[in-house]
């Protein structure tokens, strides 16, 4: 019954099957080095080499302009929650802003205001975390620091469409669970950052692209290891960086390149993955409710439930023993939860959605 | 050439071979879920059993105390460079004791220093740092926050002995080379950490262990991501743990307890392979110099040079083309080191002191 399950988890999420491949050879041994890559040096010239062309790799995919850094760093997006105000709540300028629209979003003004006074400049709360505002039309204060959203909400599965004009370089986003599913305009942000846990790798490494302007701001205070600087002067190589992490994301790059065809090509796998559940969600309407309203779909995460809610159990149980894995939804939320990160294919889609019609058939 | 080398490197080091034949297949995937270890979410029950099974292996090796916690973190040994002195630097107290002892303690002490005043109890700089002091005999503060020492310094090869009684609670070690090649009292310490990527497992994943009384200390207006409570309040599950290289560090730990018996056996072991060598550098002692002063000599570390430098680039080349890598010396100091950590064999260091003497009676 666990053979080979298709994993539709919500992060750590699946990874596509011909990096898996390849890493079952490099722990072994690297070809180019004849060392495992868990006992590589990060002070080995192959490792300063993928440091390098990982960063590559990802400002020819994303198109980054020049003035901005890209580093790669530990400690989860829940670290830069208290790092970026640490670095970017200038002194005396009005508090950050912060766009609360969901279960991530909530997590990310907790541990922030911890470290700073800041501003909801709007709640989902009165919609139960169904919809998202139009950035452009909020009540943005000109002052503040910065402004803070979190570009695709896993756990409601609700996500912004792609900034293409914010107005001004101090737009930060967490793109965690959406990043690298899609282009977007690198320079209509002053910092971009993402766990690799959704689409990039495993989890152990974020990837973080800063305005290289911002970094002015720093107060000289701040611990060496919480300060970007530290990390951009070093390239990602300060301290020993996750390795093994970094090398996984850097196959999963050149997957999303040269299997793929870029990001563009990426996009669209996945719009029609999306369309293709949402498609039988909605066929399914009487007996299945999706969480978020249709103008706020996620493409990434598609989080329902079955009217009669003891079917969600019966849901799960069955799909696991059809090879189909990590349905159950957030236990914030409860219901089902179908993530469809890039290395969720088009024919594992196709498995889902002819199961759920099947299921809906038969016991609802 | 590059085939099949064996890792004398300083860190990331050699892991045990059967561990890497485990991961071989799970990075595949895991025979108990029917997934890739890459893609478990960190929720999963199996996940949240492995976090259990892991710590309670750590305790059961190291004999840990019940008013011990234990936790896994990110961000290497560098974040908790840091973290000891947000958490525990009391205020009003005298300031923090350190022990200078070579190039990894310099670095505490220069991270430690930005985010308190500290003071040096000891530094080995007039003796290029080849020795070490009696622990027991420095001038410490009775007042002071805590006392932090590094047991095993990887640059130069020193190493301090198991420290059986320190008279107090407040004693804090960096362990990260040399952690689980040996027993300790546990009890002796107030904090014991140390990243995985020596012993233990790949880089990604820092064990710390916390006398739960010095909790009491942490004042509550921490970041909670560098608050220790939080991620002993979470079991080290707060926001998604590095699952990876957790696991790989259990199959390391399982491998210490199973094949080689624990941490005694593991220490005679340890033991054995630098006798060997460094008996072979005293008897070379006409050609070779050892860094460190007997005494103090490094269980793990083993840094050494020709009495002709350049004999050391010429072995290098050598060793490598014999399979032996990772046998150049830090950049700080220049000149040989061999790392010995618990997966680098009997066998492995046998070939190495085979190698050496012919090495010397050909070209020295």
Not at 169 to 189: E, H, K, N, P, W
Request: aromatic share 8%; net charge neutral.
């Amino acid at each position: 019954m666990h053979r080979n399950q298709l994993n539709f988890s919500g992060g750590p999420g699946a990874l596509p099957d011909t990096v898996l491949e390849q890493v079952r050879q490099t722990v072994i041994e690297l070809p180019e080095t004849g060392l495992s890559v868990l006992g590589m040096s990060h002070r080995s010239p192959w490792f300063l080499r993928l440091l390098e062309e990982t960063e590559a790799d990802l400002r020819a995919l994303l198109r980054i302009p020049n003035d901005y850094s890209v580093v790669f760093l530990q400690g989860g997006s829940s670290l830069q929650f208290s790092m970026i105000p640490m670095n970017f709540a200038v002194p005396g300028a009005a508090a950050p802003d912060y766009v609360t629209s969901g279960y991530w979003s909530r997590k990310v003004v907790d541990e922030a205001s911890r470290v700073v006074a800041m501003r909801t400049v709007w709640d989902g709360r009165e919609s139960g975390y169904r919809t998202l505002p139009d950035l452009t039309g909020l009540d943005w204060d000109p002052r503040a620091s910065y402004r803070h959203y979190v570009s695709n909400e896993t756990v409601e599965g609700l996500q912004f469409p792609a900034v293409t004009d914010s107005g001004g370089s101090q737009l930060i986003a967490d793109m965690s669970s959406d990043f690298m599913s899609r282009t977007f305009d690198v320079g209509a942000y002053g910092m971009v950052y993402a766990h690799a846990q959704k689409n990039l790798g495993p989890a152990g490494v974020t990837v973080a692209i800063i305005r290289n302007a911002l970094l002015d701001r720093i107060p000289d205070t701040l611990p060496p290891m919480l300060d970007y600087r530290t990390h951009i002067r070093h390239r990602s190589n300060f301290n020993t960086p996750p390795v093994f992490a970094i090398d996984v994301m850097a196959r999963v790059l050149r997957w999303i390149r040269d299997d793929i065809g870029g990001l563009d090509a990426m996009a669209d796998i996945n719009a029609r993955k999306a369309a293709a559940l949402y498609a039988v969600l909605d066929e399914l309407r009487e007996v299945i409710v999706g969480h978020a309203q249709k103008a706020v779909r996620s493409t990434m995460n598609v989080a329902f439930r079955f009217k009669d809610s003891r079917l969600d159990t019966r849901f799960i149980e069955l799909a696991a023993e059809a090879g189909l894995s990590g349905l159950n939804g957030h236990r914030s939320i409860g219901g089902l939860r179908a993530s469809l990160y890039n290395a969720v294919s088009e024919q594992a889609v196709g498995r889902l959605t002819a199961f759920l019609k099947e299921f809906a058939l038969r016991h609802a």
